[in-house]
C-alpha cells in the first residue's frame, strides 16, 4: 500500500449549480474541498440531497444537462480536469476513476449480459484484445466472489448482492486508482452489506486504490473510512480523520449527528434529533445553511456563511493556493479565532 | 440471441393472429417471388382462343383462372407480376420511412437541444401538411421534369421520404425514457462516447419497437402506393395492383361487369395489408417491453394471477350460492 502525502485526488472550492425550469438555480455545492490519497479512503456523509452524489459526478463531469459547475478545481495527479475537453475527460473515465453507482440493478443494462457489460469498459479503452479481456472478466468475477460460469447471465438472473459485486467488478475493470462508491450498500441487508464492505476493504489493500464512499451511515464510515467529509446543505461542514471528527467534533451539526446514531457502549441513552429539515437548495439562508436548526447559533450566523477552517494548530494549510487537507476543519463561527483561514 | 430466438417463437407460436397475419404476409412473398413461374403467359401478351380472335373481357370460366382483361391479357398473369411490383414499392419506401424516422427519432430524442426542436419542428410541419395531396402534387411534378428515373423510383422515394414522422415521434419518446435510465449513466462513466451509448445500450433497447413498427409502416407504403397508383401515378408498363384498378376503372370493368378484373388486385391488397397490421401489432405486443414484462416482475406476475383466480373462484362460488 502506497501512502504518499501529496493526494492522488484533491477537490478545491467546487461549486456546482443545478438551473430550475424557472426561478433561481439550486445551488447544490458550494466551496467543497476535500483530498483523497491513494490506498486510503474518505467517506462522504450528510442527509440526503446535501450534495454528496452531486459532489461525486462533478469530479467525473458526468453531470445531468441542468447542471453545471461554476467554481473550483479538480486535481487528478496533477491535471486539473474541470479543463480538460470531453474528448480527453473520456479517458480518465473508468481507467483513472470508477465508480459504483446507487442501486446496481439500474446501473446494469438489463439486455446486455454481466460480463459483456464488465468487458465492455476494457474494449472501450483498448486495454486488452477480446480474448485477454474475457480472461480478466473471469478473473474479476471470481475476485468479487461470483463464480466465473455465471458471468453469461443477465442481470435479473443475479441477486441483489451479486449485482452490487458485479458493479464493483465493473468498476475494477480497468484498474482505475480511485474508487467512488455511491451509497454501496444501502440497498442491501446487513450480512451482504458486511460482505461487500469486506470486499471493498480487501480489494484496496490489494490494489491500493483510493476509495471514496458516499453514505448516510455513519457506522460504515467509522468502519471502513480513514478519513470523513461532513456535508450539510451542499457545504462542507466539518472534515477530518475518523477519529478527529468522532471522538472530538467542532461544528454542531456534526455533534448532533452523532449523538442521533445509537451506541453500543452506552446503555438507554435518549437519541437526539436534529429538529426542522435541511435547506432548500433554491433558497438558501443568507448566513450558515445549518443556522436556522442550529442549537448554538449566534446573532453573526444569520448574516455571513462562516468559511471552512483548519482547527488546532499547527497550520497545515499551506500559502500556497491548494493546502493539504490532512488536518481537521470545521466551518462554524463558534470555532473561529486564532486558527488558520484556508 | 438465439435463446432470445427461441424464446420468441415460443411466445409468437402460441398467437393465433400473428401465425395468420405470418401466413398472409409469407404468402404473397412466396407468389412474388415465383410469379413467372406461376404463369405461362406475359402480362402484355394477348390471349387468344382457338380460332385466334382476342378474349376481350373474358370471365374465368372461358379462360381459367382469373379471366382476361379489356386488351385480351390474362388478368391472373397481371395480378402475379403486379405483386412484385406493389411489395417492391412497398418495401422499399417502408424501410426508407424507417429508418428515416428512426434516425431522426434517435437523434432527437438522444441529444435534445435543438437538434430535438429542429428535427421535431420538421416532423410536425410533414404531420400537418395532408398527405395525399401532398404526394400527388410532388409525384406528379418530379414526373414532368425529365428526371430519366423511373416513374415507380419517384413513387417509392416521395412515400419513403413522407411516411417516416410517426416514427420518428414513437421512436424518439421511447428513447428519451431510455436515455435517462442509470445504465446509460454508467456508459458514459465508463468513457463511452454518444455512438457507442447509442448503439450498444439505446439501440438494442428500441430495437423491437423499430421491427413492430416496419411491419405496419410497410403495410402503409403497400396501400398508399395502391392508392397513388389508382389515381394513375403508377407506371403503366410495370403495372401494380394499384395500376391495375386504375386500368379496370379507366376501360369501364364494372360496367362490363368484369368483377375478375377488378376483384382481384383489391383483395390482393386486403389480404397483405392485413397480414402486415396482424403481423405488426403481435410483434409489438411481444417485444416491446412495456406490454411484456414478464422477464422483470416474473414473480409478482404470478402472484398476482394465482390471486386473481382465487378471487375469479370465489366470485363464482358467491354467483352459484346465490
Not at chain 1, 484496496?204 to 478519513?227: F, K, R
Request: aromatic share 6%; charged share 20%; hydrophobic share 45%.
Amino acid at each position: 500500500m502506497t501512502r504518499d502525502d501529496t493526494p492522488l485526488l484533491s477537490v478545491r472550492h467546487l461549486s456546482t449549480e443545478f438551473l430550475g425550469l424557472d426561478g433561481p438555480a439550486a445551488r447544490a455545492l458550494e466551496d467543497v474541498s476535500f483530498d483523497v490519497f491513494a490506498g486510503r479512503t474518505v467517506g462522504l456523509v450528510g442527509e440526503s440531497g446535501c450534495g454528496k452524489t452531486t459532489a461525486l459526478l462533478s469530479i467525473l463531469r458526468l453531470l445531468p444537462a441542468s447542471g453545471r459547475i461554476t467554481a473550483g478545481r479538480v486535481l487528478f495527479d496533477g491535471t486539473d480536469l474541470l479543463s480538460l475537453s470531453e474528448r480527453e475527460m473520456r479517458r480518465y473515465r473508468w481507467k483513472e476513476m470508477a465508480i459504483v453507482f446507487q442501486g446496481a440493478m439500474n446501473a446494469l443494462n438489463p439486455v446486455m449480459r454481466v460480463d459483456e457489460q464488465i468487458r465492455e469498459g476494457i474494449l472501450l479503452h483498448r486495454l486488452l484484445d477480446v480474448e485477454a479481456a474475457n480472461r480478466r472478466v473471469d478473473e474479476l468475477l471470481e475476485l468479487v466472489g461470483i463464480p466465473s460460469a455465471r458471468g453469461n447471465q443477465y442481470p435479473h438472473q443475479f441477486s441483489g448482492g451479486m449485482r452490487q459485486r458485479a458493479m464493483i467488478a465493473m468498476a475494477l475493470a480497468c484498474r482505475p486508482r480511485v474508487l467512488f462508491a455511491d451509497e454501496p450498500t444501502t440497498a442491501l441487508d446487513v450480512m451482504i452489506q458486511a460482505q461487500v464492505l469486506e470486499l471493498l476493504k480487501s480489494i484496496q489493500t490489494e490494489l491500493g486504490l483510493a476509495i471514496v464512499m458516499v453514505t448516510h451511515d455513519l457506522g460504515v464510515v467509522a468502519e471502513v473510512c480513514d478519513s470523513v467529509v461532513v456535508m450539510y446543505g451542499g457545504k462542507v461542514a466539518e472534515s477530518g480523520t475518523c477519529d478527529q471528527v468522532y471522538n472530538d467534533p467542532q461544528h454542531p451539526y456534526t455533534q448532533r449527528l452523532l449523538q442521533s446514531f445509537p451506541d453500543l457502549q452506552r446503555r438507554s441513552q435518549d437519541l437526539a434529533s436534529i429538529p426542522g429539515t435541511p435547506p432548500r437548495l433554491s433558497e438558501l439562508p443568507p448566513g450558515c445553511r445549518f443556522e436556522p436548526r442550529c442549537h448554538a447559533r449566534i446573532p453573526l450566523c444569520r448574516q455571513v456563511g462562516p468559511p471552512l477552517v483548519a482547527l488546532h494548530t499547527p497550520a497545515v494549510a499551506r500559502p500556497d493556493e491548494t493546502p493539504y487537507l490532512t488536518g481537521h476543519y470545521a466551518a462554524c463561527h463558534l470555532r473561529l479565532g486564532e486558527e488558520v483561514r484556508l | 440471441m438465439k435463446r432470445n430466438l427461441v424464446e420468441f417463437w415460443r411466445v409468437f407460436r402460441g398467437n393465433g393472429m400473428g401465425i395468420l397475419g405470418a401466413i398472409l404476409v409469407a404468402s404473397i412473398l412466396v407468389v412474388a417471388i415465383l410469379g413467372p413461374a406461376m404463369t405461362p403467359y406475359e402480362p402484355s401478351q394477348i390471349v387468344r382462343d382457338a380460332d385466334g380472335r382476342a378474349l376481350i373481357f373474358a370471365p374465368p370460366s372461358v379462360h381459367p383462372p382469373l379471366g382476361t382483361d379489356d386488351a385480351s391479357r390474362d388478368v391472373f398473369t397481371q395480378l402475379v407480376h403486379g405483386a412484385r411490383i406493389s411489395l417492391a414499392v412497398g418495401f422499399l419506401a417502408g424501410f426508407i420511412a424507417m429508418f428515416i424516422g428512426s434516425l431522426f427519432g434517435i437523434l432527437a430524442g438522444y441529444f435534445g437541444g435543438w437538434v430535438d426542436t429542429l428535427l421535431m419542428r420538421a416532423t410536425d410541419v410533414l404531420l400537418v401538411i395532408p398527405d395525399l395531396p401532398l404526394m400527388l402534387i410532388l409525384v406528379a411534378t418530379l414526373r414532368q421534369m425529365d428526371l430519366h428515373v423511373s416513374p415507380l423510383a419517384v413513387l417509392t422515394l416521395v412515400i419513403g421520404l413522407l411516411y417516416w414522422t410517426s416514427t420518428a415521434r414513437l421512436i424518439r419518446s421511447q428513447v428519451l425514457t431510455i436515455k435517462e435510465r442509470q445504465f446509460v449513466a454508467r456508459a458514459r462513466a465508463i468513457g463511452a462516447g454518444h455512438w457507442h451509448i447509442i448503439r450498444k445500450h439505446i439501440l438494442p433497447q428500441i430495437m423491437p419497437l423499430i421491427v413492430a413498427n416496419t411491419v405496419l409502416i410497410l403495410s402503409t407504403a403497400i396501400l398508399v402506393e395502391s392508392g397513388l397508383a389508382f389515381l394513375g401515378l403508377g407506371d403503366p408498363t410495370q403495372p401494380s395492383w394499384g395500376t391495375m384498378l386504375n386500368f379496370a376503372f379507366d376501360r369501364n370493368a364494372v360496367s362490363n361487369g368484369a368483377w375478375w378484373f377488378y376483384l382481384p388486385p383489391g383483395l390482393a391488397i386486403v389480404w397483405v395489408t392485413l397480414g402486415c397490421v396482424l403481423l405488426g401489432n403481435v410483434l409489438e405486443e411481444i417485444l416491446n417491453p412495456r406490454l411484456a414484462m414478464h422477464h422483470l416482475e416474473g414473480e409478482q406476475h404470478m402472484v398476482a394471477r394465482r390471486e386473481e383466480s382465487r378471487a375469479e373462484g370465489k366470485g363464482c362460488a358467491d354467483h352459484d350460492s346465490g
